[in-house]
C-alpha cells in the first residue's frame, strides 16, 4: 500500500499570498539563540506572554513588507524584553492589525468608529478578537497604544475571550474618548484583570484616570512623555509620579 497525504490548499499557499490576505497577522518576539516553539506559547498555563495591538493611527505603510516592520518594533521590543521584568516573559506577540484595514486611509476613524459600536460587528474590533483568542492564552499581558487602546477594552469585555486569558492590561498614551466610555466601561462593567497605564501628561491623567480606576479592580498608573520609556528604579519613577491604587 502506498500512503497518499493531502495537503490542504491553506497549507499550498505562499507567503506572499498570505501576506495579501485581509486579516491580522502575527510576529513573534524573544529573547535567546533561537525562535520560541509554538507548543510554548499557545495554550500555555499561567505564561508570561505579551500581546501587543500594533495600528499605527497615521495610517499603515503599504510598501513596508514583513522584515521591515520587525526592524522598526524592535525598540519597542526592546522596552518589553529588558529589565527587571524581562527574565519571565516567554515572547512577545505583536498582533499587527494593519491588513486588516487594507485601502482604509484614516485610522483613527476607524478606531473611534470600533471604539463607539454598542456591540461586536464585522469590523476591526471582531477580528482582532478572533485573533486572539486563537491564541487560546491563559494569564496572558495585553498591551495596547494610542487608540488602540479601544480595542483593547472591546476584546477584554468580549465573550470570545476567556475570562483567564489575561491577567494584566498595559496602555501606552491611552486615546479613549467619550463614545468608547459610553459604551464599553459601563457603569455595572468591572473588568477581571490589573491595568497598568502610561500617561503622556498629567492633564491626560486627570481627565481618564478617574474612568479607568472604575473599569478595573487594581490600577497603577505613571505620566511620561516618552511612548515607551525605560525600565527605570523605584526613585525615578516615584519623581515620574508613580502611584498605585487597589
Wanted: hydrophobic share 40%; glycine share 6%.
Amino acid at each position: 500500500f502506498r500512503a497518499l497525504s493531502k495537503m490542504s490548499r491553506k497549507a499550498r499557499i505562499d507567503s506572499a499570498e498570505k501576506e495579501s490576505w485581509d486579516r491580522p497577522r502575527y510576529f513573534v518576539f524573544s529573547v535567546g539563540y533561537g525562535p520560541p516553539k509554538p507548543q510554548h506559547l499557545v495554550g500555555q498555563q499561567d505564561g508570561d506572554v505579551l500581546v501587543v495591538l500594533h495600528l499605527p493611527e497615521d495610517g499603515p505603510c503599504e510598501s513596508c513588507g514583513p522584515q521591515q516592520l520587525c526592524k522598526e518594533m524592535l525598540p519597542r521590543m526592546d522596552f518589553f524584553l529588558r529589565g527587571e521584568t524581562a527574565a519571565k516573559i516567554q515572547a512577545v506577540i505583536l498582533l499587527d492589525l494593519t491588513p486588516a484595514c487594507a485601502g482604509l486611509i484614516d485610522m483613527a476613524k476607524v478606531l473611534d468608529d470600533e471604539g463607539a459600536a454598542e456591540k461586536l460587528g464585522k469590523g476591526l474590533a471582531t477580528k482582532t478578537a478572533r485573533a486572539v483568542e486563537r491564541l487560546c492564552l491563559h494569564g496572558a499581558t495585553l498591551v495596547a497604544t494610542a487608540g488602540t487602546a479601544q480595542l483593547a477594552l472591546k476584546v477584554l469585555c468580549s465573550s470570545r475571550i476567556g475570562k483567564d486569558a489575561f491577567k494584566k492590561l498595559l496602555l501606552i498614551h491611552p486615546r479613549v474618548p467619550a463614545s468608547c466610555i459610553n459604551y464599553t466601561l459601563t457603569a455595572t462593567s468591572q473588568l477581571a484583570v490589573d491595568l497598568e497605564v502610561i500617561f503622556e501628561s498629567e492633564s491626560a491623567r486627570q481627565r481618564r484616570l478617574s474612568i479607568l480606576q472604575g473599569a478595573f479592580k487594581k490600577v497603577v498608573h505613571r505620566v511620561s512623555r516618552d511612548c515607551f520609556p525605560a525600565r527605570s528604579c523605584p526613585d525615578d519613577q516615584e519623581h515620574a509620579g508613580f502611584d498605585a491604587d487597589e
